[in-house]
């Protein structure tokens, strides 16, 4: 099967511009979410969708980020404006379902989409 | 809250075993084990439910302590192809937090020649 899609794998802005990141989820994955890796760290959840609804956007800053799940396929995190500390690596993965248990969760990842911020 | 992973890098030579931990202070439903490879995705490796089991995928198992809310990674006989980041992720299950994997900061580990 497909993967998960992503775009641009590469960006570099300048601080105070804005920035858009694409992903295409496996088909037929109801749950997209959207993770911010840091070099060195680990990911760091933003926001999770349950097809085209938010199920958590808690770690989200949402007065320069945001995202949509138009449709409860394709998704678009934004960034504007960008600050220095945005420069990670933006993942987005998809899974079958948010159910722990049964491990429905279980995340496929893309490749990633890389900001650097100067 | 972060699960911790402990040791935060490992150094072994071809053949050696190697033990990673993953602890959380919440109660746990399942944990998820993940290897990144410098670049790239992360790639699911198992995932163990609440209930103490223990699963394996060829050389590498794991067992998760539901009361101790502890998982360890268990790499016996390790390979070149082990060398990678690895991410414990943990899941707990009602309210808003149903579902929602939160990551460990990862265990390096590097197998020589």
């Known amino acids: 099967e497909a993967g998960v899609a992503q775009s641009p794998r590469y960006k570099i802005i300048e601080k105070r511009q804005s920035v858009a990141f694409w992903c295409n989820p496996i088909?037929?994955?109801?749950?997209l979410y959207w993770y911010q890796q840091i070099l060195g760290q680990g990911p760091k959840l933003l926001i999770q969708?349950?097809?085209?609804?938010?199920?958590?956007d808690s770690q989200l800053p949402k007065d320069r980020f945001s995202a949509e799940r138009l449709k409860g396929v394709d998704s678009t995190l934004k960034i504007q404006p960008a600050k220095l500390e945005d420069s990670a690596v933006y993942l987005c993965?998809?899974?079958?379902?948010?159910?722990?248990?049964?491990?429905?969760?279980?995340?496929?990842f893309g490749a990633g989409s890389r900001l650097t911020v100067l | 809250q972060q699960p911790v992973q402990s040791p935060q890098a490992v150094i072994l030579r071809e053949g050696e075993d190697a033990v990673i931990n993953c602890s959380s202070s919440?109660?746990?439903?399942?944990v998820h084990w993940y290897r990144q490879k410098h670049g790239e995705a992360p790639v699911f490796l198992m995932i163990l439910l609440k209930g103490g089991e223990q699963k394996g995928h060829e050389k590498i198992s794991a067992s998760f302590n539901e009361k101790k809310q502890q998982s360890s990674l268990y790499l016996t006989a390790s390979q070149l192809s082990y060398s990678g980041t690895y991410f414990c992720g943990t899941a707990n299950a009602g309210g808003t937090s149903y579902g929602k994997l939160t990551f460990g900061q990862g265990t390096i580990l590097t197998v020589h020649p």
């Open positions: 969708f349950q097809n085209n609804g938010v199920v958590d």
């Open positions: 088909s037929g994955h109801a749950t």
């Open positions: 993965a998809s899974s079958l379902g948010q159910d722990p248990i049964s491990g429905a969760n279980v995340l496929t």
């Open positions: 919440k109660a746990l439903y399942s």
